[in-house]
């Protein structure tokens, strides 16, 4: 493999995406699909973020409740939003090294030992 082969080969792991191909939208000054769908998903975003404060917040069991059903919804909102966005590319990751996710699994492994209790057990 030449140097340039080998360059070329550090430069796609460097800059992998994983992606769909993208759907095209206009570029204008007036909102688009994605820019209509990018903003739903950020206030479901921020729904669930709300909702999981105030079920830790809710001191009567059927507020709670209520609480929990709506973040379940607003979490399954969340949830296909983000699939729309990804299926039409207009979402992406970068991929990740498989050494770098090999490290950050020993790393979070390695905090089970510090729960003071074991995991078998289930509070009552």
């Known amino acids: 493999m030449n140097n340039n082969q080998m360059q070329n080969q550090g430069n ?3 800059s992998s995406k994983i992606q769909n191909p ?3 939208h206009p570029e204008t000054p ?3 699909d994605r820019d209509f ?3 739903m998903l950020t ?3 921020y729904m669930t973020d709300a909702y999981s404060v105030a079920m830790n917040e809710a001191s009567h069991e059927s507020l709670y409740t209520d609480i929990q059903e709506n973040f379940i919804q607003s979490q ?3 949830r296909k939003l983000f699939n729309l966005m990804f299926e039409k590319g207009w979402y992406s990751f970068d991929a990740e090294k498989q050494q770098t996710l090999q490290q950050s699994y020993q790393q979070f492994s390695g905090y089970q030992n ?3 209790y074991a995991q078998n057990n289930t509070m009552s």
């Open 114 to 116: 510090q729960i003071p």
């Open 12 to 14: 796609q792991q460097q």
């Open 22 to 24: 993208k759907t095209q």
């Open 76 to 78: 399954q909102c969340q």
């Open 37 to 39: 769908i990018n903003d």
């Open 30 to 32: 007036q909102m688009t």
């Open 43 to 45: 206030t479901e975003k």
